[in-house]
């Protein structure tokens, strides 16, 4: 398997993909019906507990599971075939250049794309993670995305199933837990000095020692109630 700390696209790759080549209509229509027939296909997208995609080699959508039309915010599972992703998530740049998803100059550094891409080619998974500018939502947001890629066959034909999770929560969870320790590090660092200093001078030259531990002990209970505050904030589970 290829991972994010490996791919990067090979330009042959991306110069062979025609971002204004799309299936017509009736190719569409023809490997939706393969898909939807084919039981093991369905049982995947019922199965996966993450967000589920099969798109043809042109990128374009043809089946989706619950979780996938819960991400892009579109229930209606018809109104997605056909269209590639960056059009589902309404990113930003799918609407600079006329051939739409793939066709602006930033979509080669996308990593849904090329993710999808290099499965294709190497036929074998890929997995990366890539951010998104979307506005799929009440307005503009930026979506951090696991993507994982991989070949997928009915009969003759060739298709790639991608799963996509959003990892934008745990990603704030990470910064704010970075943020945490850190101020918790430095908090019990002077914290550990004052004490020494007053073990090592029980007499009193340390006269304020006894005023900043006391400080330092009541920022550090601050500390760790701000973080259990925001900690509730993240899992929607504030009370007031």
Known sequence: MITDEQLSLDPEIW?????????????????VQSLSAHAVVGGMLDAANVAMVVV???LQIL????????LVRTPDADALVGRRFGEVFGCTNSDKCTDGCGGAEPCSECGI??????????????????????RAGPGPEAIELQVRAAPVRVGEASFTAVALRDVSDSKRREV?????VHDLRNTLTA???????LA?????????????????????????????????????????
């Open 15 to 31: 110069r062979a993909f025609e971002p204004a080549r799309r299936a017509s209509l009736a190719e569409i229509e023809q490997a």
């Open 56 to 58: 043809n080699r042109e």
């Open 63 to 70: 089946a989706t599971n619950q979780l996938a039309r819960e």
């Open 113 to 134: 794309t090329t993710t999808v891409l290099e499965s294709q080619a190497h036929d074998r998974p890929c997995e990366t993670q890539c951010v998104l500018g979307s």
């Open 176 to 180: 704010l837990e970075r943020v945490f």
């Open 191 to 197: 914290l550990i000095g004052w004490s020494e200093a």
């Open 200 to 240: 090592d001078d029980p007499a009193g030259e340390v006269a304020t020692a006894p005023h900043k531990i006391a400080a330092l002990a009541n920022r550090l209970a601050r500390e760790i109630e701000d973080y259990r505050l925001l900690a509730a904030a993240e899992a929607d589970q504030l009370e007031p």
